[in-house]
C-alpha cells in the first residue's frame, strides 16, 4: 500500500489515512444527486446555460449541478468522484456482509478474513467498553524502553505494526536498475498534513499550530494525563515534530526525483548518522541484509541522526506514544474517534459530521484487506466486457499519443525515437490483477479492531519486505480494484485503471464515443502523459532515472513547462490563496496532455466524423462537457485551502478551466473569441504534447 502512496501519480488525491503510513482514498456519502442522471449519459440538466461557456465554461458545463448538490455534512467536498465512491462503497459493503453471512467458511478463507473484520469493527458496544486496551499494550511497551537500543527496537516494531515514526519504510525497484527490488525510506514522523504548518508565519499555520497542540493534550488527557502534564507533553511533541518538519522537504522540493536517489549500504549510513541504529532497526523488522537503501532525504535523515540522543527518552517516549494515539485512534472508542475527527477533518478540513460508522469500518477494510475486498468485489460486481471495451480505448489513446509526439515542433527527431520507444513499453493493468497476492499469513481475529489493524499493517510490510533485493514482479498490483481513481508509476513505466474507475461517468460501455473519451479517454491520456511530464519525462522506457533527452529539448521542455507553472500560480480561489504552480506542475501536465491525446483519438471515432448532434451537442462539444462533467465540484473552503498546500492536483474547477484554455478545439467547438474570458492568444498558449 505504501509504495502508492509515494511513488505513483494518482488521478485525484488520496487523503491521509488516519492509521500510520497508509492512505485512503476520499470517500463519499449516499444522498441522491438531485440532477445526477438515471442512466449513463450527459448530465444536461447540471448545465447552467445562463452563464456563457466562453466567460467561465466549468459553471456553463455544470453550474447548476453545483447550485443544487451542497457538501453534505459528512463529506469534505461533493463531486462526480464523490458520488461513484459512495456508490462503490455501497457495493464493497454488500460484498462484504455476504461474506460475513457465510457462517461455516474456514478461519483460513478470504470470506471469513473480510467478513470477521467488518463485524468486529462494526462491534460498536465491545469497542465502546474497551476505550483504549486494545492498544495498552503497545503503550506499555514504549513505557519500558530503557535505553536507545531499546527506543530503534521500538522504532521497527511501530513500524511494522502502527505507524511509522521518523520516516517511512517502504520496498519499490530500484530507479537505477528498475527490474530489483530495493529498500527505500522517506521523510515523516509528522501529524500536520504539511511540513510547512509547523515553520510558516501566515495566520493560518499559526492557528493550525495552537489548535494541534490542544489536540494533542486532550489525546494524552485520555490515556490518563492529568491536564498539566497533557500540556507539557503536547509541547514536547510539538517541539520534536518542528524538528523533523524544519529538516524535511518542500513538496516542491520533492518533485526531483535525481535528488531523491540517494543508494546508500548500512555503512554508509553509520558514517553520516553514527548515532541511529539503523543494523538494530532492520534486525528487528527480520531484515539481516537490506543492502543499498534509497534515502529520499539525506538532510532529513541526518537531522534525525542528531536528534537521537539530543532528545531526551523521555521526550522520545512521549513522541511515541502520541504517534501510536494518532494512528490508532480511529480503531477505539467514541471518545479517541471523536477527538480525531474533530481535529483532522473538522477543524483541518471544515467537515461538519463524522461519517457513519459502517461507512468507516467499509473504508478501513478496504485499506487494510485490500485485495481480498477486491477479490470478492470484482467477482460481484466487474463486468468482463468493460475490460475489453476500455482496453480498446488505451489502445486508440497510445496511437494518437505517438501521433502527437511525430508531430511536435519543437522535439528534436532523436529525442522522438526514444519517446516513442518508451511509449510502447507502456504497460496496462486494467480491472484487477491477473494474480491475486497471497493472503494466508494475514490473520484476522475476534479479539479488537485495533488488533486486527495492527496486524494488518504487519502483514503489508512484512509481505514487501520480502521482496527487498528481489527481482521487481510486474504483475503486482499497487491499487485495489474497488478505488476510484488511476495511475502512472514512473520506475515501472505502467498506469493502473482499476475495476472502480471503470464506470460512469467516467466510462460507460453504453455511452457515445465523446462522452468515454472526454472522460476515461482523457483519464487514460492524462496517466499516459505522466510518464512525460516534469518528472516522469525523466524515467526511460524501462524505468530507470537515465536522460533520453537532447539537452536542447530538454531546455524547450523546460521553458515550456515554466509557462504553465505561471498559467497555474494566477489561479486564486481565495485572496491570499493560490494554486502552486511548481508543485501542481505533472498533474497540470497530464491534464492538457491527456485532453489533447484523447481529442485527437476522438477524431478518428465515426461518431466524429458523421458530426451527429446528440442532446443538441456536436461530438466535440460533448468531448469537452464530459470533462467537465467528471470535475464538478463543492468543496468546502478549509478543505480546499488545505488541498491548495497538500494536493500535488489544482482544485477541480482548474483542472477544466486551466487546460480548456490552451486547446484550440475547444475554442472552436464553443466559438470562444479573442477577448472573451476562456480565451488564450496564440502567443500565450502552452501546448507540450
Ligand atoms: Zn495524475
Known sequence: MLRTSLLVVILMIWMLAPIGCMRQVTPASPAAPVSEPTKPGFDVAGMDTNVSAADDFYHYAVGTWIKENPVPD?????????????????????????????????????????????????????????????????LSRIEAIQDLAGFHRELAHMTLHTSAPLFYLYVAPDEKNATMNIAAVY???????????????????KEIRTAYVAHVARMMELIGSDQKTAQKEAETVMAIETRLAAASNTRVENRNPKARYNKMTIEDLKARTPDFDWQAFFAELGVTDPGGININQPRFIEEIGKMVKEVSLAGWKTYLKWTVLRSMAPTLSDAFVNEHFAFND????????????????????????????????????????????AMEIVANLLIAMGERI????????ATKAKAKEKLSAIDVKMGYPDKWKDLTELEVKEDSYAANVMRANHFDLMDDLKDVNKPVDKAEWYMTPQTVNAGYSPSRNDMTFPAG??????????????INYGAMGAVIGHEITHGFDDQGRQYDKDGNLEDWWTPEDEAKFKEKTKALVAQYNAYAPFEGFHVNGEMTLGENIADLGGLLVAYQAL????????????????PSQRFFLSWAQVWKTNIRDDALKTMIKIDVHSPARYRVRGPLANINAFFEAFEIKPGDPMHKKEEEVVRIW
Open 501 to 514: 474507475i471503470l464506470q460512469f461517468p467516467f466510462f460507460d460501455k453504453d455511452v457515445d464515443d465523446a
Open 74 to 138: 459528512d463529506q469534505k467536498r461533493w463531486s462526480a468522484f464523490n458520488i461513484l465512491r459512495e456508490q462503490t462503497r455501497e457495493n464493497v459493503k454488500t460484498t462484504i456482509l455476504k461474506a460475513a453471512d457465510i457462517t461455516d467458511a474456514p478461519k483460513d478463507s478470504i470470506p471469513y478474513k473480510v467478513g470477521t473484520f467488518y463485524q468486529v469493527g462494526m462491534d460498536e458496544e465491545k469497542i465502546q467498553a474497551d476505550g483504549f486496551t486494545p492498544i495498552k499494550g503497545e
Open 346 to 389: 473538522k477543524f483541518m478540513n471544515g467537515q461538519a459530521e463524522i461519517k457513519p460508522r459502517w461507512k468507516r469500518v467499509v473504508d478501513m477494510t478496504n485499506r487494510s484487506l485490500g485485495e481480498a475486498v477486491g477479490q470478492l468485489y470484482v467477482a460481484d460486481y466487474f463486468p468482463p466486457e468493460a475490460k475489453d471495451r
Open 603 to 618: 477524431t478518428k471515432t465515426e461518431q466524429f466524423k458523421t458530426g451527429t448532434a446528440i442532446d443538441g451537442f456536436t
Open 406 to 413: 511525430d508531430a511536435l515542433d519543437w522535439m528534436s527527431n
Open 187 to 205: 521523510q515523516g514522523g509528522i501529524g500536520l498534513p504539511d511540513r510547512d504548518y509547523y515553520v510558516e508565519e501566515d495566520d493560518r499555520s
